[in-house]
């Protein structure tokens, strides 16, 4: 706010709050940056730049995804830095959750299609024939 200290803190916790609001709005690409500049007068001008990114849709073919599966695959995505990197993270999650689920063989492939605002992120899962439990470390 205009006239008061600089409390970095306070506008880093300002930051989070944008960064999540965005979240919950499905922009799993969001960036928030905070930038600041001390005028010679020894004021700070505070600027937040958001570029806000394509909406995020999560679209699961061959295998209903559990909840805890769906909120580590935005996780995944949204602290990823670009689609490929995201994509193997995100089919890591899902892949984990079949093996430990008795699917050792499960075969998971991503497609990333844009549409406007909005970026489709597509999982084609083949879980394969069901085995005895197998766990992972």
């Known amino acids: 706010k205009p006239g008061k ?3 970095f803190f306070a506008a880093r916790k300002g930051v989070d709050r944008v960064e999540g609001l965005l979240e919950r709005q499905d922009y799993l690409e969001a960036r928030v940056k905070l930038e600041r500049e001390t005028t010679p007068e020894g004021l700070v001008d505070v600027t937040v730049v958001v ?3 394509p909406k995020v849709e999560f679209v699961y073919e061959g295998w209903d995804a559990p909840g805890g599966v769906r909120r580590r695959v935005r996780e995944a ?3 990823g830095v670009f689609d490929l990197q995201r994509s193997e993270e995100a089919e890591a999650v899902i892949r984990r959750e079949l093996i430990e689920g008795g699917y050792p063989r499960a075969m998971v492939r ?3 299609e844009e549409q406007g605002d909005t970026k489709r992120v597509r999982f084609g899962v083949a879980p394969g024939e069901k085995q005895g439990a197998v766990g992972v470390e």
Do not use: H
């Open 5 to 7: 200290v600089f409390d």
């Open 51 to 53: 570029d806000a990114g």
């Open 77 to 79: 995505w949204r602290d």
């Open 110 to 112: 991503t497609e990333v």
